[in-house]
């Protein structure tokens, strides 16, 4: 079966420290990959998404995410966070096959300290 | 702001109630999906919509059933509700059938909650 795995559910961090959410998919075939993030009381916010090329992707607000094949992992990763980066982050997964939905991750909640 | 529209933004009723959740997509967009967040279960995708036909079914219940509209809204019926109902239903919308190289953009969100 398709699933998504978010190996951190909470992470704390200071302001300034870098950042790297694990995430790993089992899929069968091509798949798309996406990270969105949730900041409290909003709706899902897409950050950044691959489908194929290059496979380290920019996002918004400083994020970017490497495609790495040989270890079905997408982590998310920022250089130096900010306290307004506390939100919850999920990743998720689409084969690019004939399944339109999105698989989730369970999310990882980051709390970033000022 | 995603363009996706949901109403209402919250509810609460009683068990075995009938209630009903509205989502406008983007304009121009074809798809409507359909997600459930709740704490045990995560995000999990219910139903996704297609011009109007209904292209795939997730975990979705027997009690619950959507439609979408020909102006393209949709809507999700949760009827003989159960504590266990209690969630976040997000709504996304994409261009067309979803593949490809094709974003979900979500909705606000509708918080249900069954007392």
């Known amino acids: 079966a398709q699933s998504v795995s978010q190996h951190n559910h909470h992470v704390i961090l200071s302001e300034a420290a870098s950042l790297e959410l694990g995430c790993n998919y089992s899929?069968?075939?091509?798949?798309?990959l996406f990270w969105y993030v949730q900041y409290p009381g909003q709706h899902l916010q897409l950050l950044l998404k691959?489908?194929?090329?290059?496979?380290l992707v920019k996002g918004i607000k400083g994020f970017e995410a490497e495609f790495i094949k040989s270890k079905f992992s997408f982590n998310l990763r920022k250089p130096s966070v900010q306290w307004s980066d506390t939100a919850e982050y999920f990743c998720a997964a689409r084969s690019s096959g004939s399944a339109r939905q999105l698989t989730f991750g369970s999310g990882t909640q980051l709390t970033v300290l000022p | 702001d995603s363009g996706v529209t949901q109403t209402p933004k919250h509810l609460i009723t009683a068990t075995g109630q009938r209630v009903t959740l509205r989502c406008s997509p983007r304009s121009g967009d074809l798809s409507v999906y359909w997600y459930q967040q709740s704490l045990d279960q995560g995000l999990q995708f219910l139903i996704q919509?297609?011009?109007?036909?209904?292209?795939a079914k997730g975990n979705i219940l027997e009690r619950f059933s959507a439609q979408q509209f020909p102006d393209l809204h949709s809507e999700l019926n949760l009827s003989s509700l159960e504590l266990g109902d209690s969630a976040l239903y997000f709504c996304?919308?994409?261009?067309?059938?979803?593949?490809?190289?094709?974003?979900?953009?979500f909705g606000p969100g509708t918080r249900l909650l069954v007392l």
């Open positions: 996304a919308s994409s261009k067309s059938g979803g593949g490809g190289q094709e974003t979900q953009y």
């Open positions: 691959y489908f194929s090329g290059d496979p």
């Open positions: 919509y297609y011009n109007g036909e209904e292209r």
């Open positions: 899929y069968g075939g091509t798949v798309n």
